[in-house]
């Protein structure tokens, strides 16, 4: 009889997570007071985007990544909404460009500069204006550049095209009215040719965002979904939720087949929303509950039972949303995986927690930990995409991160990578005709050089030997004196 092992064999087994100092929060910031379930922060590897409470208007800060420490009271924010600000999401191919929707029925686009916002920003790019109440939801599209997707109180989900030209858009290319109540969470799949979405009436469904067409929804009374995230690369859907004896749930989903859950697990009774984030490159999701100060960690598998416990972060400072750095912005030379952006409240307090994978050489570069990610680059044209063609995300090699960072720290890494490089330019260059051609004459030119060279140090060394020879010669005909002599010469 075989022993099974009572745990399941993993490399992010103990994967932790570890919080910033105190340096390296952001301290000092207004966070907003709406009860929107909604993250009210984004974060790219140039900067910070946080929706923070004002007065007469909405209005969200953006940060430097690097301006940590306490942040001025007057620091100049992106005011340009009339009604409190709801959601903000960075342009994943644009590191400049941002999106804001508000209770005003508007989304707007934000242009902002290289070094940061330095005074108060009122006029945005462009100004999306389709909805006919409240927007509450903004989303990106994955692969397409220009494309945004946005939802609202009007039970409305709009697809944009913000490559036209004009400043003021109110023709969305899709108006998708399949919702008969508010929308909760929208997620698109890999190559965003499927939608996602949950409402307040506890269902998930899956739509085509070209046309509007619904493709599944469930139908499952034992499950009252919230949040929705595709599991992309392996063909699933999950969503937290609760269920009818309001326990918190998680549920994962075949996207092709909504009528019963694949797997479905009771977390705790608690009260607040669980957000899901997936890492599709170590396979890890990560639950958040809003007014939680804890993280759970889930390792998904193709096969049952689907969901695998890792480990927990906790905390004792609960958080109101979260925002997630790209792995564009991550330092893979400490072998960290994830990085939150947590909002406590009750600090105004924004604090950096990093999810590592502990190794006993971190600075070398962890290949089975940092696979080909997504890049800032898009696959698509919105117009490509409108036309029926799906492509996957445009693959980045975190290795190059990782090589410069280990040339700036260690100039010893510098030189063996300069080595290899030179390598593989001289290797390629080496094939053609010309540069051996080239070769032969340099060589040939060096070869005399060098025998020059060589009959120059051996007159070198032949003039030295002569010079020795007199040398001696020179002491051998000193003049002999007797002990007598000396003395008197010494006195």
Request: hydrophobic share 35%; proline share 5%; net charge positive.
């Amino acid at each position: 009889m075989s022993w099974c092992p009572p745990y399941r064999s993993s490399k992010f087994r103990h994967v932790y997570g570890k919080a910033s100092t105190k340096e390296h929060g952001y301290h000092g910031i207004p966070i907003t007071h709406s009860v929107h379930d909604n993250h009210y922060c984004s974060v790219n590897p140039r900067f910070i985007a946080i929706v923070t409470e004002c007065s007469g208007g909405g209005a969200f800060l953006v940060l430097s990544i690097h301006h940590t420490g306490k942040v001025d009271p007057q620091h100049p924010r992106v005011c340009g909404h009339s009604a409190r600000v709801l959601d903000v999401k960075w342009n994943p191919f644009d590191d400049h460009c941002i999106a804001s929707c508000s209770e005003d029925c508007t989304v707007k686009l934000w242009d902002i500069p290289a070094n940061g916002v330095y005074q108060n920003m009122t006029l945005p790019r462009k100004v999306l204006q389709g909805h006919s109440r409240r927007v509450n939801l903004i989303e990106w599209h994955p692969t397409a550049r220009d494309l945004l997707v946005s939802s609202a109180y009007d039970y409305k989900v709009m697809v944009w095209d913000v490559s036209v030209c004009d400043s003021v858009l109110r023709n969305p290319v899709c108006v998708i009215s399949l919702h008969t109540e508010l929308v909760l969470s929208m997620s698109f799949n890999n190559d965003g040719s499927s939608l996602a979405t949950t409402s307040l009436d506890k269902k998930i469904r899956v739509m085509d965002p070209r046309t509007g067409r619904l493709i599944q929804v469930s139908s499952s009374k034992l499950h009252r979904a919230n949040k929705v995230v595709f599991i992309g690369d392996q063909n699933m859907l999950f969503s937290t939720g609760s269920s009818p004896w309001n326990q918190r749930q998680i549920t994962l989903w075949d996207p092709d087949d909504l009528s019963e859950p694949l797997s479905e697990e009771e977390v705790d009774g608690g009260a607040g929303v669980l957000f899901p984030f997936y890492d599709p490159d170590t396979h890890i999701l990560y639950l958040a509950g809003k007014g939680d100060g804890n993280i759970r960690y889930y390792e998904i598998s193709s096969e049952k039972p689907y969901v695998h416990f890792l480990t927990e972060y906790y905390s004792l400072l609960p958080q109101k949303g979260l925002g997630v750095m790209p792995k564009r912005g991550l330092d893979v030379s400490s072998c960290e995986v994830f990085r939150f952006y947590r909002l406590v409240t009750v600090k105004d307090l924004v604090e950096p927690l990093s999810m590592i994978v502990p190794r006993r050489s971190p600075k070398t570069f962890q290949d089975d930990i940092f696979p080909m990610t997504a890049g800032n680059e898009a696959a698509l044209t919105a117009q490509q995409w409108l036309s029926g063609i799906n492509r996957g995300q445009c693959n980045w090699e975190p290795r190059w991160a990782t090589m410069a960072l280990s040339c700036i720290e260690r100039p010893s890494v510098f030189r063996s990578v300069f080595r290899s490089v030179f390598r593989s330019v001289f290797r390629s260059v080496f094939q053609s005709v010309c540069f051996r051609v080239c070769f032969r004459v340099c060589f040939r030119v060096c070869f005399c050089v060098l025998q020059l060279l060589q009959a120059f140090y051996r007159q070198q060394e032949e003039i030295r030997g002569l010079r020795d020879q007199l040398n001696q010669k020179k002491v051998l005909h000193l003049p002999l004196f007797s002990s007598e002599q000396l003395q008197f010469a010494e006195f």
